[in-house]
């Protein structure tokens, strides 16, 4: 049972345009979300998270967006760079709990030059 | 400096054998964890360790056990090893605290294969 999901494989855009990236969730215990980056032959890094309480955070490029009604939440990264094709996990977790990430499948960002 | 390391990165073995798995944090986290990303690309978490003891053991075969010997190691000892446990494993760490220990910090993977 999947509970993070991310439906689409892979995303191709320009360099200079936006990226989104998408993640569904159906826990509705989850109150922290993470997105992590993955290059291959390296573990994943942390990128950017967000609590509940919130519905939006940036960090430079980088801003995660959260609409807890439709439990989703999205990654948007502007501009791309080629430096940002990698492999982009969505995770989550419940504050107070065991500090237990679940995690998505992972989604392909290619950056074109 | 690597902050989380582990070793070997690549481990070719037969069905039957024992391996272990290292994992050593030099960033002075309270918390391990042991994940295993399978071929369909899940990354799931195994075990979980905070200042040695045992706090998460998800529903892992007990041919799998964890030893932590100190707060900065966490190793991974399988036992009678089979071609299902094929995947790369990581080991991750995080510091104490409600919203930081969801931070976790991982190391490069390694891709155990089974023949």
């Known amino acids: 049972d999947q509970q993070v999901k991310q439906n689409s494989p892979s995303l191709s855009v320009q360099e200079g345009r936006i990226s989104i990236l998408n993640c569904d969730y159906t826990?509705?215990?989850?109150?922290?979300f993470l997105w992590y980056k993955k290059y291959p032959a390296e573990g994943p890094t942390f990128l950017i998270s967000?609590?509940?309480?919130?519905d939006k955070n940036e960090d430079g490029r980088f801003t995660v967006f959260l609409n807890k009604s439709a439990k989703h939440l999205s990654l948007h990264i502007v501009p791309s760079q080629p430096g940002d094709s990698a492999v982009y996990f969505c995770?989550?977790?419940?504050?107070?709990?065991?500090?237990?990430?679940?995690f998505g499948k992972g989604m392909k960002l290619t950056v074109n030059p | 400096d690597t902050a989380v390391s582990q070793t070997p990165k690549y481990l070719v073995t037969q069905m039957g054998n024992d391996k272990s798995i290292k994992c050593e944090q030099n960033?002075?986290?309270?918390?391990m964890y042991w994940y295993k990303q399978d071929s369909k690309k899940f990354l799931k978490i195994m075990f979980s360790?905070?200042?040695?003891?045992?706090?998460i053991n998800e529903t892992v075969p007990n041919r799998f056990s964890p030893k932590s010997p100190d707060k900065a190691h966490l190793n991974l000892h399988i036992n009678s090893l089979e071609l299902g446990d094929s995947a790369v494993y990581f080991c991750a760490s995080s510091p104490r605290g409600v919203a930081a220990s969801y931070e976790q910090y991982f190391g490069p993977g390694t891709r155990l294969t089974v023949t």
């Open positions: 995770a989550a977790s419940t504050q107070g709990g065991s500090e237990k990430l679940v």
């Open positions: 960033l002075g986290h309270d918390t």
């Open positions: 826990n509705s215990m989850f109150d922290y």
């Open positions: 360790y905070n200042n040695k003891e045992l706090i």
């Open positions: 967000i609590s509940s309480i919130k």
